[in-house]
């Protein structure tokens, strides 16, 4: 069974940094033909897409983490990070990674706040 396992979330002042890193273990098969996600949820609002990065290296965002957030994958060590710079209030949501759209880890809290 696969499972993901995020870390890296916490509380961070509006202009501050966090890096979230998501780890799968189990079998996965072929991790390098699958796309990474990375969607939040803030309270009260629909999970949205942030970013997304596919087996060949190709990186998405939101509009509004563009120039702001970075995604990035490791397929050897089976992970996938979002460095996320600039942070703003809006920011504040749980944070999810998916692999593939099908499983899903379960959530770490950002919150930007001064």
Known sequence: QVQLVESGGGLVQPGGSLRLSC?????IGNIYFVN?????QAPGK???LVATITSGG???YAD???DRFTISRDNAKKTVSLQ??????ED?????CSLGRAIWGQGTQVT???
């Open 23 to 27: 780890a799968a273990s189990g079998s």
């Open 36 to 40: 990474w996600y990375w969607y939040r």
């Open 46 to 48: 629909q999970r949205e």
């Open 58 to 60: 190709s990186a998405n």
């Open 64 to 66: 509004s983490v563009k």
């Open 84 to 89: 996320m710079n600039s942070l703003k209030p």
């Open 92 to 96: 504040t949501a749980v944070y999810y």
């Open 112 to 114: 930007v706040s001064s």
